[in-house]
Nanobody, 125 residues
Framework: QLQLVESGGGSVQPGGSLRLSCINA????????IGWFRRAPGKEREGVSC????????KYIDSVKGRFSISRDNARNTVYLQMNSLKPEDTGVYYC??????????????????WGQGTQVTVSS
């Protein structure tokens, strides 16, 4: 097992785009699914998107549907989160984690709770 490492965050204006990367995604052994989570200041962490190694069973939280897209490059052991049309409410620290799978679908349920450093996303004008 290798630790997942997030990168790609930054500060953008509303309507802008960012692409987050989660490296070592294909090298974890506890799950074949990776999820993206975010935590806004003073609020609880919430699941944003997840998908399985196969590229199937992608899942999104309602507030980001149509704006965010999860993908992966298995050859590079990296999972991406493309974030378009960003809104101020998307601001927060974004984390990736191995997540559980049920009935072939990924869930917003981390296999472990040892969160990494995350990557900061700030959307403001």
């Amino acid at each position: 097992q290798l630790q997942l490492v997030e990168s790609g965050g930054g500060s953008v204006q509303p309507g802008g785009s960012l692409r987050l990367s989660c490296i070592n995604a294909g090298l974890t052994s506890d799950s074949d699914a990776i999820g993206w989570f975010r935590r806004a200041p003073g609020k609880e962490r919430e699941g944003v998107s997840c998908m399985r190694e196969s590229g199937a069973s992608a899942k999104y939280i309602d507030s980001v549907k149509g704006r965010f897209s999860i993908s992966r490059d298995n050859a590079r052991n990296t999972v991406y989160l493309q974030m378009n049309s960003l809104k101020p409410e998307d601001t927060g620290v974004y984390y990736c984690a191995a997540v559980r799978v049920l009935f072939g679908l990924c869930l917003f349920q981390p296999v472990h709770t040892n969160w990494g450093q995350g990557t900061q996303v700030t959307v403001s004008s």
